[in-house]
């Protein structure tokens, strides 16, 4: 399984920015995918994850602020992520799971800078 991250970059406090995660190779298994998110001198911390049945899960940092989506033709997930703070700043990771074997798979990172 390979997953394609991109959509990052530098956005002002209160702006808005749309993250994409394709995946591709045997992904058959795959149920979960998500976001996790690392800052700098900070552990890689989950942001958002959706099933493959739309059920998501939220970090409290980002609830009512992030929306997770999942476009199954596509394989795609999009964190749709608004009002968006400096402490949002981080390298936000795509993650997906294969449901059977538990193989976890990371995308390659994504630069988001909050910052005026």
Known sequence: VQLQASGGGLVQPGGSLRL?????????D???M???RQA???ERELVARITTGDSTNYADSVKGRFT??????KSTVYPQ?????PEDTA???CRAVNYRTGAVYW????LVTVSS
């Open 30 to 32: 795959i149920r979960t």
């Open 81 to 85: 992520m608004a009002s968006l703070k």
């Open 20 to 28: 994409s995660c394709v995946a591709s190779g045997n992904i058959f």
């Open 68 to 73: 997770i989506s999942r476009d199954n033709a």
């Open 34 to 36: 998500g976001w996790y």
């Open 91 to 93: 390298v936000y990771y």
């Open 40 to 42: 700098p001198e900070k």
């Open 107 to 110: 995308g390659q990172g994504t």
